[in-house]
Antibody
């Protein structure tokens, strides 16, 4: 059974870089059948797609965040990571990692439980 | 960018009611539309993909329809565990934009 687990600091200072890791168990991120991505949800608000990575290493980012976002993968650890630079209070959110089958028309079918990140000095 | 607008933003319904939620895209997205259910403190759960395909394990009381710009999620007979917030999401543009959500509350 595939499981995703987010990890990383729960508190980040303004202007610093937020770093999170998603550890995948029960499946391989090296599979060509899936994309692996990050989504966030500010407190009391809706969902925002941040970006995704494919097994080939190709990355796709939300243009609104692209200048600050890097998503990378470590296939030896079966993990993928998110880095968001120059954070502000507006980046305070629950961050989720999720899997999406490749090919158009598929939704994000497996999600991590989410991790809360607060940006504050 | 494609904008996704859901209506209503909230609704009150009783167990056994038929519930319909609407999602409208700012441009045609063919059938590239997904629906998710989110309960408080939990991750979203995929219900429908490709506008009308039921995700494995999802009860058949959930159904989706539509294409182009107008889509609906229908719950044929609302159950106690269905009280949650529902989101639509497009995956036509590869930006995976979500709608603002519809909160289904107990009447």
């Amino acid at each position: 059974q595939l499981q995703l687990q987010e990890s990383g600091p729960g508190l980040v200072k303004p202007s610093e870089t937020l770093s999170l890791t998603c550890t995948v168990s029960g499946g391989s991120i090296s599979s060509s059948s899936y994309y692996w991505g990050w989504i966030r949800q500010p407190p009391g608000k809706g969902l925002e797609w941040i970006g995704s990575i494919y097994y080939s290493g190709s990355t796709y980012y939300n243009p609104s965040l692209k200048s600050r976002v890097t998503i990378s993968a470590d296939t030896s650890k079966n993990q993928f990571s998110l880095k968001l630079s120059s954070v502000t209070a507006a980046d305070t959110a629950v961050y989720y990692c999720a899997r999406r089958p490749s090919g158009r028309g598929y939704g994000m079918d497996v999600w991590g439980q989410g991790t809360t990140v607060t940006v504050s000095s | 960018d494609i904008q996704m607008t859901q209506s209503p933003s909230s609704l009150s319904a009783s167990v056994g009611d038929r519930v319909t939620i609407t999602c409208r895209a700012s441009q045609s997205i063919s059938s590239y539309l997904n629906w998710y259910q989110q309960k408080p403190g939990k991750a979203p759960k995929l219900l429908i993909y490709g506008a009308s395909s039921l995700q494995s394990g999802v009860p058949s009381r959930f159904s989706g329809s539509g294409s182009g710009t107008d889509f609906t999620l229908t719950i044929s007979s609302l159950q106690p565990e269905d009280f949650a917030t529902y989101y639509c999401q497009e995956n036509y543009s590869n930006l995976f934009t979500f709608g603002g959500g519809t909160k289904v509350e107990i009447k």
